[in-house]
């Protein structure tokens, strides 16, 4: 099902001209509009999930054997030295696109990009304690 209101249910389904590298029946993968690397591009479902806990199984099955797929094309066409896949679910997250997306992101040795994680600071206990708070 399509959102009304919604941008990338438009890029995904055609409705709106996009940079597209790959499409398929369920999705369509085209260049980020504000890349943060050369070659950053979203991997976008054509039906509408507003995230991940949304996410039909078999649309979600499909997103990582395509981005490998996307990687090997990236790696062909443009040479990358690493590789980022990120999504975002919720504002907090940093999701601004209230329809899943998957960000696909080449990295290159000189490329001046920082997505690395900071560890929070840890007390003595602190993992033991979240650990039988999930299990
Ligand atoms: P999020 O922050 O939700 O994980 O990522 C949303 C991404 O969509 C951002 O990287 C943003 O640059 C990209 N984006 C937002 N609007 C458009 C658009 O109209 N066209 C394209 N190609 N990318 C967009
Ligand atoms: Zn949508």
Redesign the pocket.
């Known amino acids: 099902m399509?959102?009304d209101d919604?941008?990338?249910?438009?890029l995904?389904n055609g409705d709106i001209p996009t940079n597209t590298i790959y499409e398929d029946d369920d999705f369509r993968v085209f260049l980020d509009a504000a890349p943060v690397t050369r070659g950053h591009c979203l991997i976008?479902p054509k039906?509408?999930?507003?995230s991940l806990e949304q996410l039909d199984d078999k649309v979600a099955a499909k997103v990582m054997p395509l981005a490998r797929k996307m990687m090997k094309l990236l790696k062909d066409k443009l040479g990358w030295d690493g590789f980022n896949i990120i999504q975002n679910n919720g504002k907090v997250a940093g999701q601004t696109?209230?329809?899943?997306h998957t960000h696909l992101i080449p990295r290159y040795n000189d490329d001046g990009q920082d997505l690395v994680m900071k560890p929070m600071p840890l007390k003595d206990g602190d993992i033991e304690t979240v650990l039988n708070e999930i299990i």
């Not at 919604?6 to 438009?10: N, T, Y």
């Open positions: 399509k959102k919604c941008i990338f249910c438009k995904a976008v039906e509408h999930f507003d696109v209230f329809h899943f």
